[in-house]
């Protein structure tokens, strides 16, 4: 994980408004919203890798409401869609959802369901497909 958290942050784009990482309050609004705990490594990636904007992905914040990215808003719009309520969603592609389970297995949630990709973690995710955008 911390290699990957390191390639994350050499590669990050420098923005004019950089977007903050949460606090664990933070983090517990955000559940109380989505009504779902948020998976172990999702939590991770939320605390420590969700400032870093790099390539076409923008996957979910947790620290700004206003966000475009704000987990609540995009789990929101991803359930009314058809994502299954049981997916906490971690970034939209085209409408398509890459989506996190509770056991922190990342799969992708097209508009003909789920597909048969998957990913071991969050952390699997990011260094296979979001690196890789």
Known sequence: MEHV???LRERAESVPVPLELPTEDELVDVEEQILIPIPFLLREF?????DVIYGSL???TASDPQMHTYLPEVAALAWSLGLPREY?????DRGSYYCVDQQDEVLLWTEDGMSEERWESVWHWVHQIWLES
């Open 5 to 7: 958290i390191e390639e």
């Open 58 to 60: 923008e996957p979910v």
């Open 46 to 50: 939320l605390m420590k890798a969700s």
């Open 88 to 92: 906490i969603p971690l970034c939209e």
